[in-house]
T-cell receptor, first 119, second 113 residues
Framework: AQTVTQSQPEMSVQEAETVTLSCTYD???????LFWYKQPPSRQMILVIR??????QNATENRFSVNFQKAAKSFSLKISDSQLGDAAMYFC????????????????FGTGTRLTIIP | AAGVIQSPRHLIKEKRETATLKCYPI?????VYWYQQGPGQDPQFLIS???????DKGSIPDRFSAQQFSDYHSELNMSSLELGDSALYFC????????????FGPGTRLTVT
């Protein structure tokens, strides 16, 4: 079974600064997907960014980028130019990449990192 | 763009009662997932359906059952409710082809008293 670990329960960053959230995972699979989800106080789960394991290039979405190290099984999220609206719980998640629709599509989440933005 | 719809948004039940949560996926999405998020916890996978068939099962209690209907909406039925069932229940949907992203609904907050 796959496991996802987020070792930073809480992080804080000054507005406009850059912060990096850590995530490691354990799997015996070679092909999979990794995601970062944001959960603001409204509790809505919002997809921030995704990474396909077979792609070496790190994903980027505006101010959000990842550092994907497949050999080290590490998947960190970098938020640049932090804004007050970035304050939220951030979850790292893993999904198998099997082609069957049966048994391998669920998301496995880490325990989350609560990010606070300091004005 | 249309999103995943969940109803009700809030539900209060007493111990030993039953509850039914409904999920309407994004149009043309044929796969539905249910997750449970307890207070201060990460979402835990319960069960999923693809083309009206159960496709995977996680830590879902035997007191819970679910199904997907011909219009692809899904219902999670919870019986003999316990205090520990108080949680936020998410439904997510994804399409059959091309994408591996799951789009989450706003959740149903269930409180058992």
């Amino acid at each position: 079974a796959q496991t996802v670990t987020q070792s930073q329960p809480e992080m804080s960053v000054q507005e406009a600064e850059t912060v990096t959230l850590s995530c490691t995972y354990d799997t015996s699979e070679s092909d999979y997907y990794l995601f970062w989800y944001k959960q603001p106080p409204s509790r809505q789960m919002i997809l921030v960014i995704r990474q396909e394991a077979y792609k070496q290039q790190n994903a980027t979405e505006n101010r959000f980028s990842v550092n994907f190290q497949k050999a080290a099984k590490s998947f960190s999220l970098k938020i640049s130019d932090s804004q007050l609206g970035d304050a939220a719980m951030y979850f790292c998640a893993y999904r198998s990449a099997g082609t069957s629709h049966f048994g391998n599509e669920k998301l496995t989440f880490g325990t989350g990192t609560r990010l606070t933005i300091i004005p | 763009a249309a999103g995943v719809i969940q109803s009700p948004r809030h539900l209060i039940k007493e111990k030993r009662e039953t509850a039914t949560l409904k999920c309407y996926p994004i149009p043309r999405h044929d796969t539905v997932y249910w997750y449970q998020q307890g207070p201060g916890q990460d979402p835990q996978f319960l069960i999923s359906f693809y083309e009206k068939m159960q496709s995977d099962k996680g830590s879902i209690p035997d007191r819970f059952s679910a199904q997907q209907f011909s219009d692809y909406h899904s219902e999670l039925n919870m019986s003999s409710l316990e205090l520990g069932d108080s949680a936020l229940y998410f439904c997510a949907s994804s399409p059959r082809r091309g994408t591996y992203e799951q789009y989450f609904g706003p959740g149903t907050r269930l409180t058992v008293t």
